[in-house]
């Protein structure tokens, strides 16, 4: 076999064609989205108020496993991508570990993360359905800065609400994002009704991902020719990003590589559900044994310490039901650095998975993640996003396990994206200050109380 | 002919194994740099005081043509290269020209910049001629950036003096540094006896690299193990900077493709050195006639309105004497945006070439080129450091002769670096605030005014 390369690069026609649509595959059919009012399952017709027309289509296809990526889509993609899958050869070695360790690096694109894989589809739908502007929520300005780039290429006018919390973290972002044409709001604003309401509720709030959410749908939904265009949680977005796993899988395979376990940082479950796309389908074929391992903050424990049940998407109670590990729209978490983590729910292809037993989770508290981060750093060269720092840690992990039992695992985990946007982060744990939350038993209780009736 | 994919990568083994010595094509030697003190030739053992053994003696090589690369260099090199070389399709498609453009980007690992491929095997020797510690100067950040990772890596300590205007604009290029572990120390600054003498002198001055070189080189001279470690000016820097162009070069070849037009941007010269060194090794062979064009701001116009004598590479007056287009070394140029390149000299070599008719040169102000980068990001998807901006415009410009006059004329620039740390330039450049600022003639006669008597 051939020496394995620090990275593995695809030549740009070895680069997929078709994303893998994972919900094809599950053995039983998700339980159906719920209309909010009616409180019966959601119609196409009814999702195309918010979402673009393909979106919707993507979102409740249930049959095809692979769909065709349009060229328009590829030419788009092939400006940034295909995007490494690195071997840490030093890490390993300043591990000490038998263990092999890979990592799908998906910052080397100006919006520094993943996130610009969906963002190109969506916006080329929208383009295509002779939209004009879209909307959306950012929580560590990794989305909007991606749609940021999208509406900038295909034209389209775009207004991003951003989590408070970031904006302010951030300032660099919301420039970019301003740079590529799009306009940035802190959210809770007083721009939206919702918006007003939360401001009335929690005065001083650092707002969450699902007050930006709802504000961004509001706008979506009274405004002519605008679409919401979200960046994670649903199963389309999880489609597009099929990419990362795809392109994962094309280069090991070259190499007969077939990884033991596979982890990704997981907010809405966007990354992790895009790589593991490919290796969770043959292991719905019975084709490996693969552990899968999702990541996500102590702070926000979706996965660990949620409840798999109905739940709104958003604080504002504006989308559809979904049935998923939530930890109530209600809850809000802790100021947490990882600001693409702050999520009270998950992806339902995702909490179905983990609900049958399919995938693991793990919580971690961020300065250990950090930690991580700053070892990973020195050795690999690379400064990653707070989001990212979730798998790696976990990635070490189980390298330093296998250093114990002398195992020698192969273990892939998704890179998402640069903490060139998170030094105001880094900085807080360089000066020792940053400091853990983790909500009490009573705190997730409050957030449970915010359920919906249905689940009764 | 195979279709020419949007990013050309070469594959670990293709990598460059030898660095190009570009002195040793010159057709007659330079003249010699001279000891401040005697006025003569410098010789390898008064260099040592400053510079580790190693970069002297590649300094003044002036007959290997090609110097090996050490493996525990290519090691790290293979985590963050090859670069690749970028087919800009839909730029060209945007300006609507027949000129095909490619750029080498070298904005992909975490310093994002092309600084790393010198900071990496000058810390690499340092480290194998048992020094501790090891000191520079930095303007934008990118070198700093660049020598932390490198120190984080190998393990040696570092005092980065940072010119003080660029470390206000950007607080968070301090914060990587600091995460790899290094000491940064805005400058001008009380440490050392040149920073205070020239804050006595210039009270409120944002700094120089002048200042800042003067400081580090005292450190260097003053503190045990140590030594002081050169970004950007120096031959052995160009020397490892020539991994750009042999990189782009085997790129290119593999298509046939040989550009008509070279762009580089111009502070120290390293990128534009780097990047011609094949090209104009094969000029200088006569086996070309390429067209070499060295960018660099109007507000510090070296090439363009320099002189071509004896001065100093610092404001202290410290370093030895170079033959070298100069503003004269008590040129402060005015505040500007791409601290990289407001350096009073120029490396040598690149001197020599424009002295020689080799190479032109154009001065662009920053208004200009943030206007040509506006138009690169939204149909690149690329962020460019305002560096870069500088090579991309006069591609463009190129270009966009090119539809005027029908010729398809390939075209290759080199895009340093990101714009991620930057974006309080884009911010200014978005608001409509930015000016510009040219020097008068009679400024440029007080920078004259300040070059050293032997050119008399």
Same mark, same amino acid.
């Given at each position: 076999?051939?020496?394995?390369p620090?990275?593995i690069y695809?030549?740009e026609n070895?680069m997929?064609?078709?994303?893998?649509n994972l919900?094809?595959y599950l053995p039983k059919?998700?339980?159906?989205?719920l209309?909010p009012?009616?409180g019966?399952?959601v119609t196409?017709?009814?999702l195309?108020?918010?979402?673009?027309?393909?979106a919707v289509?993507?979102?409740?296809n249930t049959?095809d496993?692979?769909?065709?990526?349009p060229?328009p889509?590829?030419d788009f993609?092939?400006?940034?991508?295909?995007?490494p899958?690195?071997?840490?050869?030093?890490?390993?070695?300043?591990?000490d570990?038998?263990?092999?360790?890979?990592?799908?690096f998906?910052g080397t =694109?100006?919006?520094?993360?993943h996130?610009?894989?969906s963002?190109?589809?969506?916006?080329y739908y929208?383009?295509?359905q002779?939209?004009?502007?879209v909307?959306?929520?950012?929580?560590?300005?990794?989305?909007?800065t991606?749609?940021?780039?999208?509406?900038g290429y295909?034209?389209?006018?775009?207004k991003v609400?951003m989590?408070?919390?970031s904006?302010e973290?951030?300032?660099?972002?919301?420039?970019?994002?301003?740079?590529?044409?799009g306009?940035? /709001?802190?959210?809770?604003?007083?721009t939206?009704?919702?918006?007003r309401k939360i401001l009335q509720?929690?005065p001083g709030?650092g707002?969450?991902?699902?007050?930006a /959410?709802?504000?961004?749908?509001?706008v979506?939904? =009274?405004?002519?020719?605008?679409r919401?265009?979200?960046?994670s949680?649903?199963n389309?977005?999880?489609?597009h990003q099929?990419v990362?796993?795809?392109?994962?899988k094309a280069?090991l395979?070259?190499?007969?590589?077939?990884p033991d376990?596979?982890i990704?940082?997981?907010?809405g479950?966007? =990354?992790?559900g895009g790589l593991i796309a490919?290796?969770?389908?043959?292991?719905?074929e019975?084709k490996?044994?693969?552990?899968?391992?999702?990541v996500e903050?102590?702070?926000c424990?979706?996965?660990?310490?949620?409840?798999?049940?109905?739940?709104?998407?958003?604080?504002?109670r504006?989308?559809?039901?979904?049935?998923?590990y939530t930890l109530?729209s209600?809850?809000?978490?802790s100021?947490?650095?990882a600001g693409?983590l702050?999520?009270?729910?998950?992806?339902?292809?995702i909490?179905q998975?983990?609900?049958?037993?399919?995938?693991?989770?793990?919580a971690?508290?961020?300065?250990?993640?950090?930690?991580?981060a700053?070892i990973?750093?020195?050795s690999?060269g690379?400064?990653?996003a707070p989001?990212? =720092?979730?798998?790696?840690?976990a990635a070490m992990d189980?390298?330093?396990?296998?250093k114990?039992?002398?195992?020698k695992k192969?273990?892939?985990f998704?890179?998402?994206?640069?903490?060139?946007?998170?030094m105001?982060?880094?900085?807080l744990?360089n000066?020792?200050?940053?400091?853990?939350?983790?909500?009490?038993?009573?705190?997730?209780?409050?957030?449970?109380?915010?359920?919906?009736?249905?689940?009764?």
């Amino acid at each position: 076999m051939a020496n394995i390369p620090y990275k593995i690069y695809l030549s740009e026609n070895e680069m997929p064609q078709f994303w893998m649509n994972l919900q094809a595959y599950l053995p039983k059919k998700l339980d159906p989205m719920l209309d909010p009012k009616t409180g019966r399952p959601v119609t196409e017709e009814g999702l195309r108020a918010v979402f673009t027309d393909e979106a919707v289509r993507q979102e409740l296809n249930t049959t095809d496993k692979l769909i065709e990526i349009p060229q328009p889509i590829l030419d788009f993609y092939r400006m940034y991508r295909p995007s490494p899958v690195v071997r840490a050869y030093n890490l390993e070695k300043m591990l000490d570990t038998p263990a092999e360790l890979y990592y799908k690096f998906e910052g080397t =694109n100006t919006s520094g993360s993943h996130k610009l894989n969906s963002a190109v589809p969506q916006v080329y739908y929208a383009r295509e359905q002779g939209l004009t502007n879209v909307t959306t929520e950012t929580g560590a300005g990794q989305w909007g800065t991606a749609l940021a780039m999208a509406t900038g290429y295909y034209g389209l006018g775009l207004k991003v609400f951003m989590v408070k919390s970031s904006a302010e973290q951030k300032p660099h972002r919301k420039a970019v994002m301003e740079t590529y044409g799009g306009t940035v /709001i802190p959210s809770p604003s007083d721009t939206t009704a919702v918006g007003r309401k939360i401001l009335q509720e929690h005065p001083g709030t650092g707002g969450s991902l699902g007050c930006a /959410i709802s504000e961004a749908v509001e706008v979506a939904l =009274n405004q002519e020719g605008t679409r919401y265009l979200l960046g994670s949680v649903l199963n389309h977005v999880l489609l597009h990003q099929s990419v990362i796993g795809l392109e994962a899988k094309a280069a090991l395979d070259k190499y007969n590589i077939t990884p033991d376990v596979v982890i990704g940082c997981t907010g809405g479950g966007s =990354n992790f559900g895009g790589l593991i796309a490919p290796y969770m389908a043959d292991r719905l074929e019975g084709k490996n044994n693969i552990r899968f391992v999702a990541v996500e903050p102590a702070s926000c424990p979706t996965l660990t310490r949620g409840r798999f049940a109905y739940d709104y998407g958003d604080t504002g109670r504006m989308t559809p039901l979904m049935k998923m590990y939530t930890l109530g729209s209600g809850f809000i978490p802790s100021s947490n650095h990882a600001g693409g983590l702050r999520y009270h729910g998950m992806n339902p292809i995702i909490s179905q998975l983990r609900h049958d037993g399919l995938v693991d989770a793990v919580a971690y508290e961020q300065t250990r993640v950090f930690r991580a981060a700053k070892i990973f750093c020195k050795s690999e060269g690379n400064l990653p996003a707070p989001e990212s =720092n979730h798998a790696l840690c976990a990635a070490m992990d189980e390298a330093i396990r296998c250093k114990e039992t002398g195992e020698k695992k192969k273990i892939l985990f998704c890179l998402t994206g640069t903490g060139f946007f998170d030094m105001p982060a880094y900085m807080l744990y360089n000066s020792g200050k940053m400091t853990d939350s983790i909500p009490t038993d009573e705190e997730l209780e409050q957030g449970f109380a915010t359920l919906p009736e249905i689940n009764l």
